[in-house]
């Protein structure tokens, strides 16, 4: 275990770099923050590279350390300045971005996420598509970021359950339909059907659109369109409720 007392420290700048996407994307790491989040990370069997603990912590806490992975004991007021939530529990860990190939299954369930901005949203609905039993959330190129921290925050430890599957393109849709697949995709529209009379024991993914324009036309010409009835005033649902409610639809048909 090395000690680490000042901020100007190289591995201190490092993690606090993984701040930006754009050094996320260069050197295909992330972090994640917290007691129950880093017990997460390691029990997944995610290839964690580091981890990083405040003073206190380590005095105060008991954690078990895996003995392979680098530990590094930092002071309080430098750990904190590498954080990214406003009160930090005293554990981060620095873990590599999952870059093995990607197939899909065509006897499992997918959701694909058409440029979605919110990180909240996103982290939600990994959470949801971990609970109703899918095997990967496909993004979209210009999704928000789910390796940022509020992604990984926001799906509440099932990030570390589930295939998350970056830059998806429609050609990549495409293919996935030769294969087999259905898209279903949730659009408001005088020739969408309602989401309960989709067949969706067939190979099928989920589409789910932007919050504030919906499923972009190149993937909708895809899709089999389908809205949910909305019976009061509101316009439409939120992205990651409506997202819920269509997995649970599919995870409800298959049970």
Not at 219 to 227: G, S
């Amino acid at each position: 275990m090395l000690e680490i007392t000042s901020f100007s420290n190289a591995k201190c700048k490092y993690v606090k770099s993984l701040a930006s996407k754009k050094a996320r994307d260069e050197n295909r790491e992330y972090t994640v923050e917290g007691i129950k989040s880093v017990r997460d990370a390691l029990a997944s069997g995610k290839i964690v590279s580091a981890l990083y603990v405040s003073f206190s912590f380590y005095e105060e806490q008991d954690f078990e350390y895996p003995k392979n992975i680098p530990l590094y004991k930092t002071v309080d007021r430098v750990f904190e300045k590498m954080c990214d939530t406003k009160a930090p529990q005293g554990i981060l860990a620095v873990i590599k971005m999952d870059d093995s190939l990607f197939e899909p299954d065509i006897k499992k369930p997918y959701i694909y996420c058409d440029r979605l901005q919110d990180p909240g949203n996103l982290g939600t609905i990994i959470r949801t598509a971990d609970a109703a039993g899918f095997d990967a959330v496909l993004l979209s190129k210009g999704c928000a970021d789910a390796y940022s921290p509020k992604t990984v925050r926001a799906s509440m430890g099932s990030f570390f359950n589930i295939r998350i599957v970056k830059d998806v393109t429609a050609d990549v849709l495409a293919r996935y339909r030769e294969k087999g697949f259905t898209l279903i995709g949730g659009a408001l529209g005088i020739d969408s059907t309602d989401y309960r009379r989709a067949d969706m024991t067939k190979p099928s993914i989920i589409v789910v659109g932007n919050e504030a324009n919906g499923i972009s036309g190149e993937v909708l010409t895809m899709c089999e369109k389908v809205k949910i009835p909305i019976a009061g005033k509101a316009e439409s649902l939120n992205v990651s409720v409506a997202a819920a409610i269509l997995m649970y639809e599919l995870f409800r048909q298959r049970s």
